[in-house]
């Protein structure tokens, strides 16, 4: 085996199997032999390794889980990313476990225009919509790294459809490009330069109708996501979602209203399929304060939630536990704001009842109103959970009738 390696791989790579034989000098990030080959860009011995033990191929490293292909794509080795494509084209669709990149996206933020090229030869078209865990294109990482040359490479494969895609901020690449890049962008500006109206099919399918002035989405018309979104009403010359309109959501809710800079801002009106509503003011996505009327038509005024996020109308943008005031609302203190915790549960999900506080005893929301005594409340999260019953605190196993028997 040995004289075998010695006739396959150059001499430039032989101190390389000698530094791994002796230590492995990238334990920190937990690479492979075969990663450390292609991050060195020595086929010769990725080969070797290869031919003995084919899954190389897909092996990770333990810290960002980058495949031999993300590095070699990294570093440019151009000879090392035509071997693995030759070995198994289907690398390019493997997202690291950190920020979700895939070997295309790496080679872009690195501005490795010849890795690029080799990588579209291979994968096509598909490549320029594959995102990270942003929803970063190629496009969005080559403006935001100031790789010009990739810019114009890109471009040049998808058109300016892809200078209006929206990462998970809602920002464009047009939005982190700097003034040399804009002006290579400004060429495939999508729409021309004429105002105008009518219809435009993005690369992931979603849908714009409407007006436009000077190139971009402005005045107004009706955007549609994928997944069923759906917005009609005004924009501003970032085409973001600015002034009146009407957003709809597949699960039936409907939010009519003010927005501001692609979130909703101002007075507004949320409504649900089985009649709940919530009417009031919006700060920045927000919920902010206003009145809530339930299905069977009773309201509460007054209703006063600072911070409740929305995040944009996101279908995708999940609302976590940590960003609820659950707590909150059971911490008011009286059975009345059980309208509260039932519209937080509405928004969020009933899995915010198994948050736990920072008290020594970790109390769920169930746990803290039993301590408290508010049946009302308890009322609402049996309702929508009925294991809360057999939720006990994280020290000494209380269950909620302990909880009530110990406070009385």
């Not at 092996?59 to 889980?65: A, E, L, P, R, S």
């Not at 804009?182 to 399918?205: A, N, Q």
């Not at 206003?290 to 209703?303: I, M, P, V």
């Amino acid at each position: 085996m040995q004289a075998d390696t010695v006739r396959r791989v150059d001499n430039k790579a032989l101190p390389v199997i000698s530094k791994i034989k002796r230590r492995n000098i990238h334990a920190a990030v937990g690479d492979t032999p075969f990663i450390v080959a292609a991050q060195r860009g020595h086929v010769g011995i990725m080969s070797v390794m290869y031919e003995s033990r084919p899954d190389v191929l897909q092996q990770t490293d333990t810290k960002i889980g980058y495949t031999a292909m993300h590095y070699a794509a990294k570093r440019g080795h151009l000879a090392a990313v035509n071997q693995l494509l030759e070995w198994d084209s289907k690398l390019l669709d493997a997202h690291s476990s950190r920020m979700g990149m895939t070997p295309f996206l790496t080679a872009v933020t690195h501005g490795k225009v010849d890795v690029m090229e080799a990588m579209y030869a291979k994968g096509g078209k598909k490549l320029l919509t594959q995102t990270d865990a942003r929803r970063w294109t190629a496009l969005h990482r080559a403006a935001y790294g100031r790789h010009s040359a990739a810019v114009t490479q890109l471009l040049e494969w998808g058109g300016g459809a892809f200078l209006d895609i929206k990462g998970r901020f809602g920002r464009t690449p047009w939005d982190y490009a700097n003034k040399r890049d804009r002006k290579i962008m400004e060429k495939y500006r999508r729409l021309g330069k004429k105002p105008g109206e009518g219809v435009f099919t993005f690369p992931d399918g979603s849908t714009w109708e409407g007006q436009w002035t000077g190139g971009d989405l402005q005045a107004s018309g009706t955007y549609k996501w994928t997944d069923g979104r759906m917005y009609i009403g005004q924009y501003n010359d970032r085409g973001e979602m600015h002034g009146e309109g009407l957003m709809e959501l597949p699960d039936g809710r409907r939010y009519e209203g003010k927005y501001r800079h692609d979130f909703k801002d101002g007075w507004g009106k949320l409504s649900w399929p089985d009649g709940r509503c919530y009417e009031g003011t919006w700060k920045a996505g927000k919920l902010y304060k206003g009145t809530y009327t339930t299905a069977t038509g009773e309201s509460r005024n007054n209703l006063h939630l600072v911070g409740k996020d929305v995040s944009k109308d996101d279908a995708s943008a999940k609302l976590h536990i940590e960003d609820t005031d659950i707590f909150d609302a059971v911490d008011a203190g009286f059975d009345a704001d059980e309208e509260s915790v039932r519209l937080l549960i509405s928004k969020d999900g009933n899995h915010i009842l198994d948050k736990r506080d920072e008290s020594k005893l970790k109390l769920t929301p169930f746990l803290r109103a039993a301590l408290r005594g508010l049946v009302g409340i308890m009322s609402v999260m049996y309702e929508s959970k009925p294991d809360v019953l057999q939720q006990t605190d994280t020290k000494v196993s209380t269950q909620p009738n302990h909880i009530v028997c110990c406070c009385r």
